[in-house]
């Protein structure tokens, strides 16, 4: 076929070459049907149902349920649990995306150098970004407890006094399960960021130390807008990861004590399939529809400002 | 230029150090996993005496052969499926260069913006009333339909960047557009699809949501579901719970140290689609 298209009786033809593959593609219109047949059945369709319930105070079962308007959603944003679990969704956003990202840049870095364990070190660090989130989650309960590894740990180096209820003080669990995300999630970021660090040209690096530019300056100035494409995925990432975290909290503290590890996530689970609050179980998706959604554009609108 | 300095060799020494205090839970599971209940050692210490006892006792009760088997099952059938069904769209979708090819590959994108959450409670009760609650076939449907938007939006990707020559030297050489497709795009297309190959099949055999609902309470589980039960059933056995832990993430942690470097590479690859 190469052969085909090197010849020279072929060039003159490009246009109606060009026509005639237009048409191969389009005349097989029907291969997205299966694609589109499973995406309106497990997406479309009960999105906009999920969105039609949030109007309404069904409890699921019952044949009747009431129209309500934003009723749901103003409960969410004053009842103290739809407050505490859109607080704690928006605040594991923010501090696992800024910290992940630091730690997993500052881990790239260790293992881009040209040290001998650098190839065992990154299989090492990635490890937890493949096993599930729910054995994780179960670790580390076990490694919180009151007597666990943790404080234990704490205990032989001295630092009894910051031993923990981790899990059970409610004013500790939030960061508690942070501290797990970003265990878990952080060899992801040190990934990407070394999928961009191999596009920094050593000759670059090498540029920037002849100048005199110190290791810290050359990071910023020279390795860091040359990853902005890296660091903007990472981002993308851990903020929509974030915003939907369910299997950690699960695990560890059904959103407990008292419902001061809440996500929107683990509420929406509660209430739809413990509580039978349908309706504001279905609010709460909308809400964190909005977040996503809203998160998304920012991300695709700072995206094309790079590239552009 | 780089020769192995006493800088590098600091440097090499903090990376070892952070990766041993960042492996530390991974010790700690293993280590209890290996402890028999009554071991005298402390929780950090290693054990005394190493038992394999745990791992019996942990296969005998808890059901976790059964979640095993499925997870395969289901993750296989999934990632066939996604990988199939998904490069036949995107192919009209990203080549056909018709109004309602572009209109219909907003529409798959605009699923990306709809987080599963959303339409958790719907769904689960037309997956019900079709009567695929406790069934594998719902699982997967489930997992195949909501991975449409990413997978498309990766394979449309690719497409985009893949010239068209191949595909006219066939059309011209007369193959119908179907066999155009089959027998030359779609192989063109390996290096994404084993990125997206990757990538669902580690998500699938690690997702717990979506079998949680579908499958609990039934005596088809995945592994997931059954390390939730397990772990429920035994209360604070961790010795034994560790030991269940450690038998479910052994397949894919086995898989991840054999392929490392395609798996990395699927997790580092697509995302630049």
Same mark, same amino acid.
């Given at each position: 076929?190469?052969?085909?298209?090197?010849?020279?009786?072929?060039?003159?033809?490009?246009?109606?070459?060009?026509?005639?593959?237009?048409?191969?593609?389009?005349?097989?219109?029907?291969?997205?049907? +299966?694609?589109?047949?499973?995406?309106?059945?497990?997406?479309?369709?009960?999105?906009?149902?999920?969105?039609?319930?949030?109007?309404?105070?069904?409890?699921?079962?019952?044949?009747?349920?009431?129209?309500?308007?934003?009723?749901?959603?103003?409960?969410?944003?004053?009842?103290?649990?739809?407050?505490?679990?859109?607080?704690?969704?928006? *605040?594991?956003?923010?501090?696992?995306?800024?910290?992940?990202? *630091?730690? =997993?840049?500052?881990?790239?870095?260790?293992?881009?150098?040209?040290?001998?364990?650098?190839?065992?070190?990154?299989?090492?660090?990635?490890?937890?970004?493949?096993?599930?989130? %729910?054995?994780?989650?179960?670790?580390?309960?076990?490694?919180?407890?009151?007597?666990?590894?943790?404080?234990?740990?704490?205990?032989?180096?001295?630092?009894?006094?910051?031993?923990?209820?981790?899990?059970?003080?409610?004013?500790?669990?939030?960061?508690?399960?942070?501290?797990?995300?970003?265990?878990?999630?952080? !060899?992801?970021?040190?990934?990407? #960021?070394?999928?961009?660090?191999?596009?920094?040209?050593?000759?670059?690096?090498?540029?920037?130390?002849?100048?005199?530019? !110190?290791?810290?300056?050359?990071?910023?100035?020279?390795?860091?807008?040359?990853?902005?494409?890296? %660091?903007?995925?990472?981002?993308?990432?851990?903020?929509?990861?974030?915003?939907?975290? #369910?299997?950690?909290?699960?695990?560890?503290?059904?959103?407990? +004590?008292?419902?001061?590890?809440?996500?929107?996530?683990?509420?929406?689970?509660?209430?739809?399939?413990?509580?039978?609050?349908?309706?504001?179980?279905?609010?709460?998706?909308?809400?964190?529809?909005?977040?996503?959604?809203?998160?998304?554009?920012?991300?695709?609108?700072?995206?094309?400002?790079?590239?552009? | 230029?780089?020769?192995?300095?006493?800088?590098?060799?600091?440097?090499?020494?903090?990376?070892?150090?952070?990766?041993?205090?960042?492996?530390?839970?991974?010790?700690?599971?293993?280590?209890?996993?290996?402890?028999?209940?009554?071991?005298?050692?402390?929780?950090?210490?290693?054990?005394?005496?190493?038992?394999?006892?745990?791992?019996?006792?942990?296969?005998?009760?808890?059901?976790?052969?059964?979640?095993?088997?499925?997870?395969?099952?289901?993750?296989?059938?999934?990632?066939?499926?996604?990988?199939?069904?998904?490069?036949?769209?995107?192919?009209? *979708?990203?080549?056909?260069?018709?109004?309602?090819?572009?209109?219909?590959?907003?529409?798959?994108?605009?699923?990306?913006?709809?987080?599963?959450?959303?339409?958790?409670?719907?769904?689960?009760?037309?997956?019900?009333?079709?009567? *695929?609650?406790?069934?594998?076939?719902?699982?997967?449907?489930?997992?195949?339909?909501?991975?449409?938007?990413?997978?498309?939006?990766?394979?449309?990707?690719?497409?985009?960047?893949?010239?068209?020559?191949?595909?006219?030297?066939?059309?011209?050489?007369?193959?119908?557009?179907?066999?155009?497709?089959?027998?030359?795009?779609?192989?063109?297309?390996?290096?994404?699809?084993?990125?997206?190959?990757?990538?669902?099949?580690?998500?699938?055999?690690?997702?717990?949501?979506?079998?949680?609902?579908?499958?609990?309470?039934?005596?088809?589980?995945?592994?997931?579901?059954?390390?939730?039960?397990?772990?429920?059933?035994?209360?604070?056995?961790?010795?034994?719970?560790?030991?269940?832990?450690?038998?479910?993430?052994?397949?894919?942690?086995?898989?991840?140290?054999?392929?490392?470097?395609?798996?990395?590479?699927?997790?580092? =690859? !697509?995302?630049? !689609?």
């Amino acid at each position: 076929m190469a052969s085909l298209t090197e010849t020279p009786l072929t060039e003159p033809a490009a246009r109606p070459r060009r026509r005639r593959h237009r048409s191969a593609a389009a005349a097989v219109w029907w291969l997205m049907l +299966p694609a589109a047949a499973l995406y309106i059945f497990a997406v479309i369709i009960p999105s906009v149902q999920g969105g039609a319930y949030s109007l309404t105070d069904w409890d699921g079962v019952s044949t009747d349920s009431q129209f309500v308007g934003l009723r749901q959603y103003v409960l969410i944003f004053t009842d103290p649990y739809g407050q505490t679990a859109v607080k704690n969704t928006v *605040l594991i956003t923010v501090v696992v995306t800024i910290v992940q990202n *630091l730690l =997993g840049f500052f881990i790239a870095l260790g293992v881009n150098a040209r040290i001998k364990s650098r190839n065992i070190l990154r299989v090492l660090f990635f490890a937890p970004v493949v096993i599930t989130s %729910i054995a994780i989650g179960f670790l580390w309960q076990n490694l919180f407890a009151p007597n666990g590894a943790i404080n234990q740990v704490l205990e032989l180096v001295g630092l009894g006094a910051l031993r923990q209820d981790w899990l059970g003080n409610a004013d500790l669990v939030v960061w508690s399960i942070m501290i797990v995300i970003i265990w878990q999630n952080v !060899g992801y970021s040190m990934v990407i #960021f070394l999928a961009g660090l191999q596009g920094v040209p050593e000759e670059v690096l090498e540029a920037a130390a002849i100048d005199g530019a !110190g290791p810290v300056r050359r990071t910023w100035h020279v390795v860091r807008p040359m990853l902005a494409p890296a %660091i903007t995925i990472n981002v993308m990432l851990s903020v929509i990861g974030g915003f939907k975290i #369910f299997d950690q909290v699960f695990t560890m503290t059904k959103g407990g +004590p008292g419902g001061a590890s809440n996500t929107i996530s683990t509420l929406i689970y509660q209430n739809a399939f413990q509580l039978g609050r349908f309706g504001y179980g279905a609010a709460l998706g909308v809400v964190l529809t909005v977040f996503v959604a809203v998160a998304s554009v920012i991300q695709y609108r700072l995206l094309s400002k790079q590239e552009g | 230029m780089y020769r192995y300095t006493w800088r590098t060799a600091i440097l090499e020494a903090v990376m070892i150090l952070t990766a041993l205090i960042f492996l530390f839970p991974i010790y700690v599971l293993f280590s209890l996993a290996f402890k028999a209940p009554g071991d005298p050692s402390s929780l950090i210490a290693p054990p005394a005496q190493p038992t394999f006892a745990n791992f019996i006792d942990a296969w005998n009760q808890g059901g976790l052969g059964g979640g095993l088997v499925n997870s395969f099952i289901v993750t296989s059938i999934t990632v066939v499926l996604v990988v199939i069904i998904s490069a036949a769209a995107a192919y009209p *979708l990203s080549r056909a260069g018709a109004r309602w090819s572009n209109v219909a590959y907003f529409g798959f994108l605009a699923g990306l913006l709809l987080p599963a959450q959303l339409g958790l409670l719907p769904l689960y009760q037309t997956i019900r009333d079709l009567g *695929l609650l406790g069934s594998l076939a719902g699982v997967i449907l489930v997992n195949v339909g909501g991975s449409m938007p990413f997978s498309i939006l990766l394979y449309a990707g690719f497409l985009r960047a893949l010239p068209t020559e191949f595909e006219e030297a066939a059309a011209i050489d007369g193959a119908s557009p179907f066999r155009t497709f089959w027998s030359v795009v779609f192989p063109l297309m390996r290096p994404i699809t084993g990125t997206l190959a990757v990538l669902t099949a580690v998500a699938t055999w690690n997702d717990f949501l979506t079998p949680l609902l579908y499958l609990s309470g039934s005596d088809q589980q995945t592994i997931t579901v059954a390390v939730y039960g397990f772990v429920g059933q035994f209360g604070a056995q961790w010795n034994l719970i560790f030991a269940g832990i450690v038998i479910s993430i052994l397949p894919i942690l086995i898989t991840y140290f054999l392929m490392q470097r395609s798996i990395i590479q699927g997790f580092a =690859g !697509g995302l630049k !689609g």
